[in-house]
Structures are given as C-alpha cells and as structure tokens.
C-alpha cells in the first residue's frame, strides 16, 4: 500500500480508504441492496483493509441511519489507533426541523451521537456531507472550530461542495483564523470527470486533499454491464439505477477499452478503473467498498497497478470530457503568458 499527504496536515493516509456504505441495512430499503452486511462481515471487512495496508476509513452517520457507524466502531474496538477515521454530518437523524443541515445546534448533536456509536472520544476528519443553503460558513465552522479545540475533531473536510463553497470556507477560515478544511470528497471515474473542471484546480491551488467516492460509477465500471445484456449488480436496485448518473452509450465505450487494458495487464476491469484514478493530479484516496472480501481484495490491489503512457492516452482519448466556459478561453489565452501552457 502506498501513502500520500492528507492536504496540508502532515498525516499520511493510504491511497486506497475503505468506504462503509455497505455496512447494515438489512431493514432499510434504501441501504439493502448496497450490501447490508452484518457484524460478522463488517469485521472481516474491516480486518482485511487493516491488513492489507488501508488506515484511512470513511463512513458517514446517515449510512444504514446510523449502523454503519455503530458496526465499524465495534469492528474497530482494537484497533482504533490503526486508522485515520472519517465520518460526516448534514443529513436528517431524526424527525425535526432541526435535525438536519449545519447549524451548530445540529453539527454538535451529530458529532457527540457519531462519537457515540464510533465508540471512540474523537473522529479524526470530520466532513460536512452536501452544501446547507440557509446556514452561513461561518456559523458551521465555528462549531467546528469549537469541537476542534475541544479535542472531539482532529481535522475538517467538506464533500459534495463546489469549488466556490469550498474556496468561500477557506477565505472565512483565513479571515476569523478558523481551522480550515483539508480534505474534500467528490465523485470522480472515469465516466463522471465533471471536478476535473473547478474542483481539481481548486484543491491542487489550495491544497485540498482530494477524496473519491464511487470511482466505479455504482458498479457500472465494473466490467458487469453490457451492451447486449440486462443490467446487474446495484444499478438495477431501486433508488440507485441512475446514481450516480451515467449516460450509457458513452460509457460502453470506455468500458471497451477498460476490457482490452484490463486483458493487457491481467486485471480485472475495476482495478483498471482505479488505477487510473491514482494516476490523476490531486487524488489523494480512493475510496473502495465491497459486498465481499473477494471484491475487496481485488479493489486494493489496484493501489499495485501502474498504468502504462498507452493505457493513459487511450482512456484519455475516450473518457475526456469538453471544456466548459470559462476553462477553454483561458486554455486559449494561457501561452499569452506560459509558453509552455
């Protein structure tokens, strides 16, 4: 397993971070068809990352509402100092107005309950989940400010935001000396480049460490899917047949040259699909998570594969996505003062 820098904090996390979505659900509809697995396989889980190298591991307190997070702090009662633990906050944990969102009243109230079912006194990377509209900046990291000094969080991050929200925390973060975010999770494969347009710059001028989620887009890049067949795997379970959204056409034919990278190396087709993930600028980890420990192993190993100049320029050349505005202007402009650019 290989290490990289998280952001601008010194610490070192593995460049493959286990995801927990798949931990509990068996009774939410919502949750079962990602894996719902139980204490038994949350452990086994969680042991074979350990092992293997992994000591960043990412869960959050709205997955299976709140099991994910109790499963992995059971499976982590040992070796809690073995890793550099994630969870996030914004969603609903419970009935009320104000159980959602990142008001301080909230954000407070859903760390101590995360500490909680985590059974440990603090989380080391602590990440606000989706953008609250009606809370400012500067209430929300305040709070967090707060619950930093108090020894609860050791770091903040920020997932699912977009490049100006991040780069708006950051300036409140400088201006009232906040801690500021180090981290920012977002989805990114091979068919969903979308942060590659702000995001990426952002993080790579700030240094923002970036976290992935989905690098197989919902398991379509795992080599399952076919033209000519019916969809498999969780694309085909209700509420997740279009998260994250893939448009088809253009992603069978990334697929095409998955396969025939895949075949060149003697890998699987997911473990491409990582790799080229890890070969990207500002990716710090990608986060994997498994139904088995088979599909775990595999994903973990994609942390060994170097992709080749060829394999790169090909999935470049099917996977890149246009510019959008004001990115091409500026890429026009830029040899005005960059030669090289």
Do not use: C
Request: glycine share 8%; aromatic share 8%.
């Amino acid at each position: 397993m290989k290490y990289r820098l998280l952001g601008p904090t010194g610490v070192w996390v593995s460049e493959i971070s286990l995801g927990t979505m798949t931990f509990g659900g068996a009774d939410n509809p919502g949750y079962s068809a990602l894996g719902a697995l139980g204490r038994d396989d949350a452990d086994r889980m969680v042991g074979t990352a350990l092992d293997a190298g992994i000591n960043f591991v990412d869960t959050a307190d709205m997955y299976s509402d709140g099991e994910s997070e109790e499963l992995l702090g059971h499976a982590l009662r040992h070796r809690r100092n073995d890793v550099v633990l994630a969870t996030k906050v914004f969603a609903p944990t419970g009935p009320g107005p104000n159980a959602a969102g990142w008001s301080r009243l909230h954000v407070l109230r859903a760390l101590d309950d995360s500490l909680r079912r985590l059974k440990t006194d603090h989380v080391d990377l602590y990440q606000l989940h989706q953008f609250d509209p009606l809370t400012p900046f500067e209430e929300v990291l305040s709070a967090l400010d707060d619950a930093v000094r108090q020894g609860k969080i050791r770091y903040i991050g920020a997932a699912n935001l977009a490049a100006w929200q991040i780069s708006k925390a950051l300036g409140v973060s400088a201006l009232r000396n906040l801690n500021r975010f180090v981290s920012a999770q977002a989805y990114y494969s091979l068919v969903g480049r979308d942060v590659e347009r702000d995001l990426v710059p952002m993080a790579r001028a700030e240094n923002v460490a970036l976290t992935v989620w989905s690098p197989l887009a919902g398991g379509f890049l795992t080599g399952k899917n076919r033209r000519d067949a019916a969809a498999s795997g969780r694309r085909t379970a209700a509420g997740w047949s279009t998260f994250p959204p893939v448009d088809p056409e253009h992603g069978y034919e990334v697929l095409d040259v998955l396969r025939a990278i895949a075949e060149r190396h003697g890998a699987s087709v997911s473990r491409v699909a990582i790799a080229w993930l890890l070969a990207r600028p500002a990716v710090t980890s990608v986060i994997v998570g498994a139904r088995t420990v088979d599909q775990l192993t595999d994903n973990i190993a994609a942390s060994g594969l170097t992709l080749t100049e060829r394999d790169l320029a090909d999935l470049e050349a099917v996977s890149q996505q246009p510019p959008a505005y004001p990115n091409w202007i500026q890429e026009m402009f830029a040899p005005v003062r960059d030669p090289n650019a």
